[in-house]
């Protein structure tokens, strides 16, 4: 079973490049709340720039569109969930460090890590924004400004380089899918072993609440 995935990804892939600015908002949905697709939504941006370069600034909004719905979904959810949330999404270790991320950084907390390219996790902050109950408006604003920098960048690059990078996707088509299922497995692997961490870590917690519990 496991041998199809590859050609189940080529395929949805080819999907999303033909509906165009539809399919990032669709990557952007994932990406941002779901499962991290690492670096997907960049090479598709780029891709589509740079084959309507006329058209790079629509590219680079439904870029935006997309991560922001993505990343509003992640933020309402936790903002719901409060600390619990970011306790059972994480490790006590790990969210106490987010917390004072964000404490430090407020504004910046959001826009940084929205501007900043893969590998660097966006995810963990719009969580931490959410559960520490940061206000919506500015959460969207710092969401909006480092997504449209950063895919408004992104996009011109694929206007500027158009050339070569057509040219490699026509000679190189299927490595380019190859390094885009790799990509979305590393994605899926760091989600994976993060649940399995926090997990493991809250386990113990909860065995010496329980008997704590008892023991009142």
Request: charged share 15%; with cysteine; net charge positive.
């Amino acid at each position: 079973m496991l041998q199809y995935y590859p050609l189940l990804f080529a395929s949805s892939i080819g999907w999303l490049v033909r509906l165009g600015g539809p399919g990032l908002i669709l990557i952007g949905l994932a990406d941002n709340s779901v499962v991290p697709l690492t670096g997907s939504m960049d090479v598709l941006t780029i891709y589509l720039a740079a084959s309507h370069r006329q058209a790079w600034p629509y590219y680079a909004f439904m870029a935006t569109l997309g991560a922001v719905a993505g990343g509003y979904i992640t933020y309402a959810l936790a903002r719901k969930g409060g600390k619990e949330a970011l306790d059972h999404k994480f490790s006590k270790r790990r969210a106490d460090k987010l917390c004072k991320r964000f404490e430090k950084w407020g504004f910046g907390g959001v826009f940084i890590p929205a501007l900043l390219p893969p590998p660097f996790p966006l995810v963990p902050f719009l969580i931490a924004a959410g559960a520490m109950q940061y206000s919506r408006r500015k959460f969207l604003l710092a969401l909006v400004l480092g997504r449209a920098l950063r895919y408004s960048i992104v996009a011109a690059l694929g206007v500027h380089y158009g050339k070569p990078i057509l040219a490699f996707f026509r000679h190189y088509n299927k490595l380019a899918v190859l390094v885009l299922v790799g990509l979305a497995v590393i994605g899926g692997a760091f989600t994976l072993i993060g649940y399995l961490r926090s997990r493991k870590a809250r386990s113990p917690q909860k065995s010496k609440r329980v008997a704590e519990g008892k023991t009142a």
